[in-house]
């Protein structure tokens, strides 16, 4: 029997929040918030506005909703909306869902008109003081970081060129640069990618025009001081998928799997192809450079993550093969090596959204933080019904150096979101600080912001938000400072 999930039955499992827009002044808390805790955690993630017109349909093509946590005085607000894409537009002036399938207008209505049909629900991003929602199909929508208005999209005056954007653009520590991509930069289903380096004050630094061995999805990469490493892995598509009116994106199990090495301010020329096995590298946690090395640790899978993905040969999905685990790819420029070797480094912790403390993209670190799925803690299917498969239970701090973990188990009646971590000042050491992360009771019907000490987790719960509602799915989040955006209150 082939298991099929979509986007109704990701939604049904999960208690989503549905179509309302919300702000909490001065939020209930349980415990104590820190008073090093000054700033904002912004989340996007997707909320449907209307019922996806397929019960098969991908949830990722929700609608965007952003939504943000302030902290100043020991106190936090809460506000949350829809993103004011042109997509949103076209649905609230009929007051219906005209819309097809995830990333395949074929199926929209006709006399949509409209021109982006992003929804804009993958990650909030900070770059020169501005605030984004960013989805890779699509350049980047600034948001007004205090009111989470719409304002527009953003080319970078014009430096940059691709009519997508990465959902991971990362931001050198040193340098202060920006290095994003595109990836379908010249069309639905082209094979191109742009990759530009761009100053802190938007100037253009560089760009890299590649070709990949096959269009994939190319969700995220990792830098190093003088890299980047772009996995490329078997969610693929192709205009005869498309005009077949299939979800975008759908797994290939013959596929190798390849890593592109590419020198920053190099050439195409310049760039160093590594293959391995099937493999699915959807998010990374750090790369650095180690004697003629580079070294990726990244969550991994052996399979296709996503079953609302369908295989392209309809095999059934492989929840086995799905599972994603910390693993650690070592690439040797040295040698003549066309693969890499690959360690796993904790088996025992499933789990695909892993954090660092960004000030260390790059360079030498040592912890990584991740909500991941331990199936021996207690679930109470009595007051939450029914868990969604693997649903991620705790938090954890890993230890990259020793291969230790301390964990936080959330709770018997929900699940995780991703966390962020916050550190306790600027100048603090390598994970000294705060995780934050949203915890959804399906048996309370409401959501909560977790704050953990990033130190020991293992001590429990600094302080607990209690919202009053549901909170709408979260894909990503990020945490801005007080340096970053200023506020008053």
Not at 195 to 209: E, M, S, T, V
Not at 211 to 231: E, G, K, N, Q
Not at 247 to 260: E, I, K, M, Q
Request: with cysteine; proline share 7%.
């Amino acid at each position: 029997m082939v298991e099929r999930f979509g986007a109704t039955d990701i939604a049904n499992n999960f208690h989503g929040a549905a179509r309302f827009e919300a702000e909490v002044i001065d939020c209930e808390v349980i415990g104590a918030l820190p008073a090093a805790l000054e700033g904002t955690f912004y989340r996007l993630g997707g909320d449907w506005l209307y019922p996806p017109r397929f019960a098969d349909d991908a949830p990722f093509n929700a609608d965007g909703y952003i939504s943000m946590f302030r902290f100043a005085n020991g106190s936090v607000d809460y506000k949350g909306r829809f993103v004011r894409t042109e997509r949103y537009a076209a649905q609230r002036a009929v007051r219906r869902q005209r819309f097809g399938r995830y990333r395949n207008p074929r199926a929209d209505d006709p006399d949509t008109g409209v021109v982006n049909r992003t929804v804009a629900n993958t990650t909030p991003f900070i770059f020169a003081g501005r605030l984004f929602a960013l989805k890779e199909d699509s350049r980047p929508l600034i948001i007004d970081p205090h009111s989470l208005e719409t304002l527009g999209e953003w080319d970078f005056d014009g430096v940059y060129s691709s009519p997508t954007f990465t959902a991971h653009p990362k931001i050198d520590p040193v340098s202060g640069e920006l290095i994003c991509m595109g990836y379908e930069a010249e069309g639905e289903a082209s094979n191109a990618v742009h990759i530009h380096a761009i100053a802190p004050d938007g100037g253009a630094r560089w760009r890299l025009d590649l070709t990949m061995p096959y269009v994939s999805m190319l969700h995220d990469f990792a830098i190093t001081r003088h890299h980047i490493v772009l996995p490329v892995y078997g969610l693929v598509t192709g205009r005869e998928r498309l005009e077949a009116g299939e979800v975008h994106w759908g797994w290939d199990p013959n596929r190798p799997s390849h890593v592109a090495v590419i020198p920053r301010g190099g050439t195409a020329r310049d760039v160093r192809w590594f293959t391995g096995p099937p493999r699915a590298i959807v998010h990374v946690l750090n790369a650095v450079e180690e004697d003629g090395k580079i070294i990726l640790d990244a969550p991994v899978s052996d399979g296709n993550p996503f079953p609302f993905f369908p295989a392209v040969d309809g095999s059934a999905w492989d929840r086995r093969a799905a599972r994603t685990t910390i693993r650690r790819l070592t690439f040797d420029l040295r040698s003549d090596a066309r693969t890499w070797t690959e360690e796993a480094l904790f088996p025992d912790a499933p789990g695909s959204l892993g954090r660092i403390d960004d000030r260390f993209a790059s360079l030498p670190y040592r912890y990584a933080f991740m909500e991941y799925a331990d199936p021996t803690r207690p679930y109470d299917m009595a007051r939450a019904g029914k868990a969604p498969p693997s649903i991620s239970n705790c938090y954890a701090r890993f230890d990259m150096r020793d291969r230790t973990m301390r964990s936080f188990f959330a709770g018997d009646s929900g699940a995780l979101q991703e966390c962020c971590f916050v550190p306790r000042c600027a100048d603090a050491p390598e994970g000294d600080g705060f995780l934050i992360g949203v915890y959804s009771d399906f048996a309370e019907r409401r959501s909560e912001l977790i704050v953990l000490d990033a130190r020991q987790p293992d001590a429990g719960a600094l302080a607990r938000v209690i919202m009053p509602f549901r909170l709408s799915s979260q894909v990503h989040g990020v945490w801005a400072s007080r340096q970053a955006i200023d506020f008053r209150r």
